[in-house]
């Protein structure tokens, strides 16, 4: 590296190193007096969210609150990058492959090789087009100008991994069909979004939220990207709609428990072994329900 390469360089591990977000990865130190310089990151358990969505080699379920949970955290960190760091930053290469995620299966987000830094007077970068195809931002790809805009464009790719367990670029069906951006596009306006879903989901989704998520994807997506929402505004929806999502959650639980009281009271009249069950069974879900509540 030339010299005044690495001294940019060193500014902006500088600034990265000062990044104090619970879901961005920790810069632990940098090396300059080699040839090639070197970063040291703290080490994070669980690899890549690419992984966790996409090997088939341990194909797990994946909880739909963890899903918007890890959905939520990434927005939270992209949306800090964007909006408190001095001066802000552009990631320049959201994808699921630089998601990491730790010993609970927090999100991480990492790799800032391609990160830009912005002055308070800029609104957008004019630069050599970087990204990886499936997740690249139309708008910056034609006209080579980096904006916070283009990482909310990529992330919502992520958010169609996360729902679809489809990766951004994928070879099975008709070619027309390949990008998981457009492929969304399409089952969106015609009505059938459910359809690309993970199976696990489609049964676990409130229509509310399956309605406010589809829409939430679509203004990410927007070919303007002045009509799509800031990184803050994609993560403060999430949370909400994960909140919505687990609250009714919730009180299914309630009307389940209560359909069982109800059940319970005719056991008690010809069999005490159906009822001391019944009781038992409210006592476990009860129980759950403390459980699950204490956590969240």
Known sequence: MEEH????????????????HKNVVKLLGCCLEVEVPMLVYEYISNGTLYHYIHDTKMWLPIPLDERLRIAAESADAFAYMHSSASPPIIHGDVKSANILLDDNFVAKVSDFG?????????????????????YLDPDYFSTCRLTDKSDVYSFAVIILELLTRKKAVY???PEDHRNLASSFCRAKKDGKFLEILDVQLRNELKLEVLEEIGE????????????????????????KLRRFQMQS?????????????DDSSDMYIGDSMSASFAQHVMLEMKLEDDSFSSGF
Do not use: H, Y
């Not at 990410?220 to 990207?225: A, E, V």
């Open 5 to 20: 390469q690495t001294k940019e360089f060193a500014k902006e591990m500088l600034i990265l190193s000062q990044i104090n």
């Open 171 to 173: 070879f099975e069906g």
């Open 216 to 239: 939430l994807v679509m203004q990410c997506l927007s070919k303007n990207r002045d009509e799509r929402p800031t990184m803050r505004e994609v993560a403060d929806t999430l949370q």
């Open 114 to 134: 391609a990160s830009k830094l912005v002055a308070n007077d800029e609104a957008e970068i004019a630069t050599l087009v970087q990204g990886t195809i499936g």
């Open 249 to 261: 959650w919730t009180d299914d639980k309630c009307i389940e428990t209560e359909s069982l009281l």
